[in-house]
């Protein structure tokens, strides 16, 4: 079963409907992937940082977004991101657990939430992801190509 059967019902239906339209037009630029975790970017109004883990049985998501950080609420760019791990065959091991659960607090915990507590060279590391991943969709033409079919942003630092 792919991620994004088992997590459909996590997700509001517009929230799934919005991150499938950022997915189709190659709004997803993956940083990262391997069996258990996914680091990528997501173009919305701005850019958004995603991080999904997989360990003891969790799958613990996180985004920058206002929806996510301010409400606590999974988003249009965590579906997004998901919908490009199942592509791509990343966080094939949260797919294919037995036991799951959708865990929102962990990675906001471990100092990836909103920007109040960081310290200066925090907020700068946070700056430079952000340019960097705007840099990234500039050297990379998003969107659908001449046949009409939705291209996917190119994996960077795959594993």
């Not at 998501?61 to 988003?75: S, T």
Request: charged share 30%.
């Amino acid at each position: 079963m792919s991620l994004s059967t088992r997590l459909a019902g996590d997700f509001s239906k517009n929230v799934r409907k919005r991150g499938e339209e950022y997915y189709h037009k190659g709004r997803v630029m993956i940083r990262e992937g391997s069996l258990s975790e996914l680091s990528a970017c997501v173009r919305g109004s701005g850019f958004y940082e995603v991080q999904l883990s997989w360990r003891n049985d969790k799958l613990a998501v996180w985004c920058d977004c206002p929806h996510f950080v301010e409400q606590g609420f999974p988003c249009k760019h965590l579906w997004a991101a998901i919908l490009a791990a199942d592509q791509n065959a990343y966080l094939i091991a949260a797919a294919s657990a037995e036991k799951f659960t959708l865990d929102l607090e962990t990675l906001a915990l471990d100092g990836l939430d909103d920007g109040d507590d960081y310290d200066d060279d925090e907020l700068d590391e946070e700056n430079r992801k952000k340019q960097d991943c705007a840099g990234s969709f500039l050297a990379f033409s998003c969107g659908a190509s001449e046949s009409g079919k939705a291209e996917t942003a190119p994996v960077a630092g795959a594993t």
